[in-house]
Antibody, heavy 114, light 107 residues
Framework: QVQLVQSGAEVKRPGASVKVSCKASGYIFTSTYLHWVRQAPGQGLEWMGIINPDGGTTYYKQKFQGRVTLTRDTSSSTVYMELSGLRSEDTAVYYC???????WGQGTLVTVSS | EIVMTQSPATLSVSPGERATLSCRASQSVSNYLSWYQQKPGQAPRLLIYDASTRATGIPARFSGSGSGTDFTLTISSLQSADFAVYYCQQYNSWPLTFGGGTKVEIK
């Protein structure tokens, strides 16, 4: 069965970086895009970007350009989302999701606090 | 960027009643529109894709309609498990965008 398993919660200081992983299983990793979506506490869903695991090409929402980097490791079927220059407004649950929206990771809470 | 606007923000409905949720796009998204249900502490759950196709395992009481800029999610007879927040999302063009959500609460 398809599964996306994300890394655990993180607490970071303002200005730091965080790297969240999303390990895929149950399907051919390079066959479909993976998205990243975040949700601030009590707020709605915000799409951040997408990566094509076959080749590694990416597209980022302009708001995150220069601060977010999506990468993948095909040997471990894992994608990574790194967000730099963290500020309090980046406190959110970060999700990876398989193209099509049917499968999501469990979410990773990133807390940015001094 | 395509802006998705959902209405109402909150919908109070009694169990067994019909719920109608609206989603409007700032420009045409053809039928590239999904609906998600989200409960507290959970990841979103895909209900509808391509505006009107139910995802795997989604009960028939959920239906979607519309194309272009105006879309509707209808829940024909609300059950207790249906009280949640619902989001629409367009995937016609990048960046993908979500509506602000409609909270369906018990009346």
């Amino acid at each position: 069965q398809v599964q996306l398993v994300q890394s655990g919660a993180e607490v970071k200081r303002p200005g730091a970086s965080v790297k969240v992983s999303c390990k895929a299983s149950g399907y051919i990793f390079t066959s479909t895009y993976l998205h990243w979506v975040r949700q601030a506490p009590g707020q709605g869903l915000e799409w951040m970007g997408i990566i094509n695991p076959d080749g590694g090409t990416t597209y980022y929402k302009q708001k995150f350009q220069g601060r977010v980097t999506l990468t993948r490791d095909t040997s471990s079927s894992t994608v990574y989302m790194e967000l730099s220059g963290l500020r309090s407004e980046d406190t959110a649950v970060y999700y990876c999701a398989k193209e099509g929206g049917e499968y999501w990771g469990q979410g990773t809470l990133v807390t940015v606090s001094s | 960027e395509i802006v998705m606007t959902q209405s109402p923000a909150t919908l109070s409905v009694s169990p067994g009643e019909r719920a109608t949720l609206s989603c409007r796009a700032s420009q045409s998204v053809s039928n590239y529109l999904s609906w998600y249900q989200q409960k507290p502490g959970q990841a979103p759950r895909l209900l509808i894709y391509d505006a009107s196709t139910r995802a795997t395992g989604i009960p028939a009481r959920f239906s979607g309609s519309g194309s272009g800029t105006d879309f509707t999610l209808t829940i024909s007879s609300l059950q207790s498990a249906d009280f949640a927040v619902y989001y629409c999302q367009q995937y016609n063009s990048w960046p993908l965008t979500f509506g602000g959500g409609t909270k369906v609460e018990i009346k």
